[in-house]
């Protein structure tokens, strides 16, 4: 029986602590209950409140979006109520700030002027004066050159231009085409006219020019009408009559309607044409 009594004793005494960690583990899963429930009470209320803050957001943006948007428009108002008022006072500063500048700009120049010595006067005298022949004498060269027109310039561009003419060096023969001894030309200079319509225009230096060139087989009779333009050469016009039995005329460069410049050219020089190709 003691013996029993003392096994009984050693299994309380070991089960003692095990009793105690079950006891204490029961505690803390029902506190832990607690804990949790109350966590999902607090959530829900603050879910509440917080749906509750969402619904009242939309009145109260629009409210304060209201009152901004009417504050705006009372300060435009304001603005361009003093908005003229705002424009004359800039516009009198820049120009007492402009009148400022230039009345200290002048002092400063008649200032350096009055303390200038005989001889930095006469040197700046002889710059001036020097410079302002100079643009002078260009200004002269410009407009003699754009109201003047020279013909020897337009005898090469038109001799150039029926040399670079297929047309041409198949029609004289050969492949060089060159000028001869006869060279007529007629300038009309720059000047007010009136027209047909007795309006009163603007008519630009012109010259017409007529030439005759050989080639291997034929001779022929080229016609260059030029015009100056804006101080720039202008070739309106260039054709060729050829000395053979059809007597073919053939447009180099311009307006078929510009034709009849070859017949007034020839008209004021007497020219005996030999029909028989060159030997």
């Known amino acids: ?41 607090s959530c829900a209320r603050r879910a509440a409140s917080l749906s509750l803050q969402l619904k ?6 629009a409210k304060r979006f209201s009152s901004s948007s009417d504050a705006q428009a009372e300060l435009m108002k304001r603005f361009n109520a003093v908005r003229p008022r705002l ?5 009198i500063g820049a120009a007492g700030l402009a009148v400022y500048g230039v009345s200290v700009f002048v002092f400063d120049i008649t ?6 010595s005989p001889s930095t006067v006469g040197f700046y005298g002889f710059v001036s004066g020097f410079c302002a022949a100079g643009v002078c004498f260009g200004a002269g060269a410009f407009v003699f050159n754009a109201l003047t027109i020279r013909p020897e310039i337009v005898f090469r ?16 023969g050969g492949r060089s085409l060159l000028p001869g001894k006869l060279r007529a030309y007629k300038i009309d200079s720059a000047g007010w ?14 010259v017409q020019l007529i030439f005759d060139v050989k080639g291997q087989e034929y001779r022929g009779l ?19 009559d050829v000395m053979n039995d059809a007597e073919d005329r053939v447009l180099i460069s311009g307006n078929e309607g510009r034709m009849y410049v070859k017949d007034q050219l020839r008209d004021l020089v007497e020219l005996k044409r030999a029909h028989k190709p060159i030997a």
């Open 1 to 41: 029986r003691r013996n029993a009594l003392r096994l009984l004793r050693l299994v309380r005494s070991l089960f003692r602590p095990l009793w105690a960690v079950h006891s204490d583990f029961k505690m803390l899963s029902t506190c832990g209950g607690h804990l949790v429930a109350a966590s999902r009470l």
């Open 56 to 61: 009242k957001l939309p009145n109260a943006a």
């Open 87 to 91: 424009m004359q006072g800039a516009m």
């Open 111 to 116: 200032f350096y002027l009055m303390n200038l």
């Open 157 to 172: 561009r038109g001799l150039r231009a029926l040399q670079a003419s297929p047309r041409a060096r198949e029609m004289l």
């Open 193 to 206: 006219r009136l027209d047909d319509a007795n309006l009163l225009r603007w008519q630009s230096p012109r």
């Open 222 to 240: 080229c016609t260059v009408e030029a015009v100056k333009e804006n101080a720039q050469l202008n070739v309106t016009f260039v054709g060729l």
